[in-house]
């Protein structure tokens, strides 16, 4: 078929190898301009930008579609049948939804109508859900509200974010493919979104990530895996923020956040129920380290975070 193909973070760049693997028309490739990253803050392009230039493909970075009634001209000269959406991050007025011949679909990482909008990975692991998935549906003017063509689940067990992010990923790029060869061969069927049963996943904050050992032990680590590898997980301990990646909940009680133990084994902190092993941690401006090396070399035996 001739795509386009809008998708920015390095979620997307898995479809979009799928695609072009499947030999797809692609014929415009659509990202996020060119974004200050790391600590030079230095402009820089997007996965979805890299990979095609490595792939040859024809690239737009428009900075709005709704400012910028040129780019949606530019989009239509191109004259696609379908746009594949997948992670993009700028809004997609009616204007473009309308210019493919046969519409625009979306990946999207959940069982919609569960967890709607920026972050479903993370919401999904931070309300102890069992399962989440792919959805392919047919876009719309709504926030995720399109109609579903292609459902998945995948069980989400002990995985953090990134590993959820990893898997999803690979599952969006297969069941893409699979939409597509159905839609071609005219056997993609769309089902309305449930009314009931839809929840919002809000952008995550760095602030949101910060540790209430008040809570029970379950908890905190789920908010830990929910929070690595961004904006990850940190708490306080004698004025230093320190960033926790991996953890699990174990048997224990004291007051919450209390070290209770810190030496060869490893670091662990009481909870408001039960207590938390944590198996990796990070200082300002020091590298990861396991738990049982950071309290050979940090003095925070019987000490509390905060």
Same mark, same amino acid.
């Given at each position: 078929m001739k795509l386009v193909f809008a998708g920015t973070p390095a979620f997307s760049v898995a479809a979009l190898d799928a695609l072009h693997a499947a030999g797809h028309d692609i014929v415009g490739v659509y990202t996020q301009p060119d974004r200050p990253a790391g600590r030079g803050q230095k402009l820089t392009a997007s996965p979805v930008a890299e990979r095609a230039a490595k792939l040859d493909l024809p690239l737009f970075k428009p900075e709005s579609f709704k400012k910028d009634p040129d780019a949606i001209e530019v989009l239509r000269a191109l004259a696609p049948e379908l746009m594949v959406v997948v992670a993009y991050g700028l809004i997609l007025p009616q204007a473009v939804l309308d210019i493919p011949a046969q519409g625009c679909l979306n990946i999207h990482a959940s069982l919609l109508p569960r967890w709607r909008g920026a972050a479903p990975i993370q919401r999904a692991i931070l309300a102890g859900d069992a399962e989440t998935g792919t959805t392919i549906m047919q876009m719309d003017a709504g926030l995720d509200t399109g109609a579903m063509l292609l459902r998945e689940a995948l069980p989400i067990g002990e995985k953090n974010a990134g590993e959820l992010h990893d898997a999803l990923a690979a599952q969006g790029a297969r069941l893409i493919v699979a939409a597509l060869a159905r839609l071609q061969a005219g056997t993609l069927v769309a089902t309305p979104q449930p009314v009931e049963g839809s929840t919002y996943a809000a952008k995550l904050t760095k602030e949101e990530a910060r540790i209430d050992w008040s809570q029970p032990?379950? /908890? $905190? *680590?789920? #908010? $830990? #895996? !929910?929070?690595?590898? !961004?904006?990850v997980a940190w708490s306080e301990i004698t004025g230093e923020r320190i960033? $926790?990646?991996?953890?699990?909940? =174990? %048997? &224990?009680?004291?007051?919450?956040g209390e070290v209770l133990t810190c030496g060869a084994d490893g670091l662990? *902190?009481?909870?408001?129920?039960?207590? =938390?092993? =944590?198996? /990796? @941690?990070?200082? %300002? &401006? &020091? #590298? @990861? @380290?396991?738990?049982? @090396? !950071?309290?050979?070399?940090?003095n925070i035996g019987g000490r509390r975070f905060d």
């Open positions: 032990a379950a /908890e $905190i *680590v789920r #908010r $830990i #895996r !929910a929070y690595n590898p !961004a904006p960033k $926790i990646t991996r953890a699990q909940a =174990v %048997p &224990g009680s004291g007051t919450p662990k *902190v009481a909870a408001g129920d039960g207590a =938390v092993r =944590v198996h /990796e @941690l990070q200082r %300002p &401006g &020091g #590298r @990861l @380290l396991p738990a049982s @090396l !950071a309290c050979q070399r940090w």
